[in-house]
């Protein structure tokens, strides 16, 4: 492992967090003590990544596929949601941390959706941590609505198409303003992007593992950024 104080920590760590499920079928639990458990491993791990020094965490909670889970799942998925919305303005005033949610918050249920406004509002002026939540999130359906808010524009005549810059597009995601991660991490041993930041993810690292995420530690997350660490980024260029 590399010594704390050579190790290049990644500015942005997005995670797929994935594996609840098994975690819990193969204690003989349901589903849902599985991703209770999960929503406490979050907690526990944003505050690691903060001591760290990692400067952007964002996790996928609910994607726009997972409506597709039986009704009594996504309700305890909604529910822990609801619960985090509502518990945690103490918590993040005390650390510091600036929550943003992405994805399609306006299919989610009006307490939720008033529960997130309050607590972005609430925590805007924090200069610790970003935390950014995605909720209903699919990156084919960010891009389709940031899609729709260009043409609108272009059809009220206050941007000209031929503007449109990769600037512009990234400025138009639910991440605007917030640098692309440098590294993503997935648990559970699927090796797939399941519709997660597909534009901002273009070059960070990817790291796998087989852990699920129940199981997740700080030990965890440093052996991904030393995995990180022996990465070489070359972005299309050559090594100097
Ligand atoms: C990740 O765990 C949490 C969500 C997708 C909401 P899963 O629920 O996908 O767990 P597995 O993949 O079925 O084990
Ligand atoms: C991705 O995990 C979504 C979240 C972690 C919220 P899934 O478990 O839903 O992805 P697939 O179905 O295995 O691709
Ligand atoms: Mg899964």
Known sequence: MAEQAERKIPQHVAIIMDGNGRWAKKRGLP??????????????????????????????????????????EVKALMNLLRTYMK??????AKNNVRIRVIGDR???????????????????????????????YGARDEMRRAVTRLCEKAKEGTLDPRDITEETIS??????????????IRTCGEERLSNFLMWQLSYSEL?????????????EL????DAYNHRERRYGGLIQ
């Open 31 to 72: 589903r849902t003590m599985g991703h209770a458990q999960g929503a406490k491993v979050v907690e526990q791990i944003l505050e690691d990544a903060d001591h760290m020094g990692i400067k952007y965490l964002t996790v996928y909670a609910f994607s726009t596929e997972n409506w597709s889970r039986p009704d009594s």
């Open 87 to 92: 518990t945690s303005l103490a918590k993040c």
């Open 106 to 136: 306006t299919k989610l249920d009006d307490d939720l959706q008033k529960a997130i406004a309050n607590l972005e509002e609430n925590t805007k002026s924090n200069t610790g941590i970003g935390f950014q939540i995605a909720i209903n």
């Open 171 to 184: 400025d138009s995601l639910d991440t605007a303003g917030i640098p692309d991660p440098d590294l993503l």
């Open 207 to 219: 790291y796998f593992t087989d852990c699920a995420w129940p199981d997740f530690t700080k030990q």
């Open 222 to 225: 440093e052996k991904a950024v």
